[in-house]
């Protein structure tokens, strides 16, 4: 089943096709004018998607060599509603245009699930580290669908906190590859951060961004190499303690990242040096949001029977733990 996959959630206009053979084509626009603003701009993302979108998608059929797909896999939440909103009506329209199957993927299922689209894919249950702009946590996959959530950011979520401390450094955005960057030319040691603990398995991420600012503000800060080294290792200690200890609560040692951060050089590094266990990580192209994930978690939904009607919507906010296993209505 060849499946067209649009994405417009956040600040990337990305179409994707795949197959079962694999990825035909991976297409990502990233909006540009949000870097002046340090942010992305709701307003100003939905208008760059709705200009952008239709030469994406008619470029990655091309490219493809596919008239008209299979199907037709859409990001209908969570993200800015406004940017969801012209994906979902580009999907829904080539859907109706080409009367094939529409389905709406939940974004967050998106990344999880991205890791198998790699060549050694995890099987299920694995635990999901989901780490991006918008969201940190923490899943037990047990199937397509049927996820548990073990942890979750009480604040801020990690790619948010890079941005933020990207910005109290004088910093571009978005802040995680600069940061990455930086870091790798400073010492992890140089400053002293705390590693916050919320309850339970959860993350809290505000504190060590105030401990950040307080020492950047402070009487000697240092060099940024150094600020940027001991953020990161901050950040990645934190993710690393609270799945090593789902590792222990489930038994399950199959760990999947997804998400922005997950791209960072640091936290590949030391999750795929994490002994007994096995961690997956997606290409870096596949952890930043694109349409290829989207289009794979469609499919699989897809292939299940499920479909979505012209009557779909988008819902802004929509946690995975909502889910329920792909399959007919
Ligand atoms: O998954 P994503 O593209 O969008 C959301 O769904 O939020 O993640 C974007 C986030 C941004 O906060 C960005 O700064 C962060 O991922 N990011 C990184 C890196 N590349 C992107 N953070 C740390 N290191 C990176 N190399
Ligand atoms: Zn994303």
Redesign the pocket.
Known sequence: MRVLGIET??D?TAAAVLDGSGVLVDLVHTQEVHAEYLGVVPELASRAHAEKLAAVVRAALERAGVDKPDGVAVTSGPGLIGAVLVGLAMGKGLAAAWDVPLVGVN?LEG?LLSTLLEPEAPSFPFLGLVV????TSLYLARGVGDYETLAETVDD?A??A??KTARLLGLGY????L??RLAAQGDPGAVTLPRPRASGLNWSFSGLKTAVRSHVQGEAPGRHEDIAASFQAAVVDVLEDRVRRAVEATGVRRVALS???A???E?RRRFSELEGLQVYLPARSR???NAAMIANAGRLRLMAGQRDGLDLRARPSWPLAELSPPGPA
């Open positions: 959630s956040c990337e974004h990344h991006s702009g918008g969201h979520a790619g948010e890079y941005d978005p802040g995680g590859p940061i990455d998400g922005g951060v791209a960072n050089s936290l952890c930043t949001d």
